[in-house]
Antibody
Framework: EVQLVESGGGLVQPGGSLRLSCAASGFSVNNYYISWVRQAPGKGLEWVSIIYSSGTTYYPDSVKGRFTISRDNSKNTLYLQMNSLRVEDTAVYYC????????????????????WGQGTKVTVSS | DFQMTQSPSSLSASVGDRVTITCRASQSISNYLNWYQQRPGKAPKLLIYVASSLQSGVPSRFSGSGSGTDFTLTISSLQPEDFATYYCQQSYSIPLTFGGGTKVEIK
């Protein structure tokens, strides 16, 4: 079965760090574009990062320089290292896999997410 | 950046109603537009991709249309399990952006 399972969330003080994990099964993480998307309490969805099958990464300005997405192909796992956390980073964090493998990005398929994890909750508070 | 604006932000409807949700992009995104459904406490679920293609396993009462800057998601006959929040997302370019969501509630 193709699935993603996040872990690593919790309570952290402002300025602190946290590393989230996203374990994949049923496919190889190095073949797909995979993103992290977050949702603050009662709010909408916000894209947080993406890693291409090539290893290239991108971030929105809101987290650039503070968050780092990476992967361990041997463990088939994605990570999100979050540093200098702020109260406004409080959210449920989801990892999401692109609809098509990274060599077949037609029609925006590598930015279309058909497999999502269940999410892990991060609370930044003193 | 491409800003995505959904309307309405919420609506009340009855089982069997036809429901239409609109999404507008700040610039043309061709047909690079996806729709997701999110039930409370659950992860988003892909419904429609490239504006009008139905994701495998999604009921045919869901349909999408549009291109350029204006898009619509239509539910032809609302079912009890369709009461949820719906989000559009542009897949045209980085940074990826979502609409603010439309909550569909029971009348």
């Amino acid at each position: 079965e193709v699935q993603l399972v996040e872990s690593g969330g919790g309570l952290v003080q402002p300025g602190g760090s946290l590393r989230l994990s996203c374990a994949a099964s049923g496919f190889s993480v190095n073949n797909y574009y995979i993103s992290w998307v977050r949702q603050a309490p009662g709010k909408g969805l916000e894209w947080v990062s993406i890693i291409y099958s090539s290893g290239t990464t991108y971030y929105p300005d809101s987290v650039k320089g503070r968050f780092t997405i990476s992967r361990d192909n041997s463990k088939n796992t994605l990570y999100l290292q979050m540093n200098s956390l702020r109260v406004e980073d409080t959210a449920v964090y989801y990892c999401a896999r692109a609809r098509a493998p990274g060599l077949n990005c037609g029609g925006g398929s590598c930015y279309t997410f058909d497999i999502w994890g269940q999410g892990t909750k991060v609370t930044v508070s003193s | 950046d491409f800003q995505m604006t959904q309307s309405p932000s919420s609506l009340s409807a009855s089982v069997g109603d036809r429901v239409t949700i609109t999404c507008r992009a700040s610039q043309s995104i061709s047909n690079y537009l996806n729709w997701y459904q999110q039930r409370p406490g659950k992860a988003p679920k892909l419904l429609i991709y490239v504006a009008s293609s139905l994701q495998s396993g999604v009921p045919s009462r869901f349909s999408g249309s549009g291109s350029g800057t204006d898009f619509t998601l239509t539910i032809s006959s609302l079912q009890p399990e369709d009461f949820a929040t719906y989000y559009c997302q542009q897949s045209y370019s980085i940074p990826l952006t979502f609409g603010g969501g439309t909550k569909v509630e029971i009348k």
